[in-house]
């Protein structure tokens, strides 16, 4: 009787023919076009991912967004003046103002007031800005330091800067020296506020990290606590920039002889709301450019931070 035998090793079983489909059906991806950065297609569930990041992330930096509001704001003062909504005695128009300040800088007034301006608000900022440094440094990486500046400061940033005015008169006179002081000032609270907050904010796992390692303080002051201290640094600069030109205003209507504070003042006695509108655009522009000078310098030395804004 012949016997016939089936082999089974070379039969496969029903779950191994399935494993089998199984292995050779490809994963499901996205669809076409979705690819991570080394060009492999990835899941669904990936992709999704990177969507829902997306929609929660602010999006990507729009070119000269900061731009869009003074310029909406002056599209509505224009066509406001066309229409005749305002007062030409109290708001001039837009064209009026360029006008006007087209002359004052033709007759030299104009650069000589914004030459003065600028040299008294460089000036205090530069004090300030040491100022600020210095007190900060001194007061976030020493405790007897802390105890001797930091009420102070507190002490100091309580009273109204503009209202030391009077005795400052008393005590430096009514020249440009107290101007520069006032201004030095209203320049240093900021920065040493937000220098030192951001000093105390420092990881203690850092400077416990610096210790094992065997750091010098130098290399301590330089490697941890300046980078840790930066964006906190950047804060209080940029407000201390805005505060130089806010306190300038003030201070040049004060026994000035020029300047553009001086300038809005005598604008003021013979009623010339347009050589006052100039005054302020120009405070304004400078206000801005500073400022983004600040946050320029500020992106590309903190380049190595990823946050929400970048």
């Known amino acids: 009787m012949t016997t016939s035998t089936t082999s089974t090793a070379t039969t496969p079983t029903t779950a191994e023919t399935a494993k089998a489909r199984s292995d050779q059906t490809p994963p499901a991806t996205a669809p076409s076009g979705a690819a991570t950065a080394t060009g492999t297609p990835v899941t669904v569930e990936a992709a ?50 360029l006008e006007t300040g087209a002359r004052l800088w033709t007759d030299g007034t104009l650069p000589t007031d914004i030459l003065t301006s600028l040299q008294r608000a460089g000036a205090g900022f530069a004090i300030g800005l040491t100022a600020g440094i210095a007190l900060a440094l001194a007061s976030g990486l020493s405790r007897a330091g802390e105890a001797l500046i930091d009420g102070t ?27 520069i002081a006032i201004i030095a000032i209203v320049v240093y609270i900021p920065i040493y506020l937000n220098t030192h907050a951001a000093l105390a904010g420092i990881d203690s796992r850092f400077v416990e990290l610096a210790e094992v390692q065997g750091l010098s303080r130098f290399r301590f002051i330089r490697e941890i606590v300046i980078p840790g201290a930066l964006p906190g640094f950047f804060v209080g600069l940029r407000l201390g920039v805005t505060g ?56 590309r030395v903190l380049s190595w931070r990823r946050t929400l804004s970048s």
């Open 153 to 179: 400061v507190q002490l100091n940033r309580a009273i109204p800067t503009l209202g030391l005015i009077p005795l400052f008169i008393l005590w430096l006179g009514i020249g440009e020296t107290f101007k």
């Open 244 to 299: 130089s030109w806010l306190g300038l205003v003030v201070l040049e209507q004060i026994n000035a002889t020029n300047g553009l504070g001086y300038l809005m003042f005598q604008a003021q006695n013979y009623g010339q709301s347009d050589v006052i509108l100039v005054g302020l655009v120009v405070y304004g522009i400078f206000g801005l450019v500073s400022d983004s000078a600040v946050r320029l310098i500020e992106r």
């Open 48 to 97: 999704a991912q990177v969507r829902r990041r997306r929609r929660l992330s602010p999006g990507r930096r729009l070119p000269a967004s900061r731009l869009v509001g003074p310029l909406l704001f002056l599209a509505l003062w224009a066509a406001a003046s066309a229409a005749g909504q305002l007062d030409p005695a109290a708001v001039p128009a837009p064209w009026t103002v």
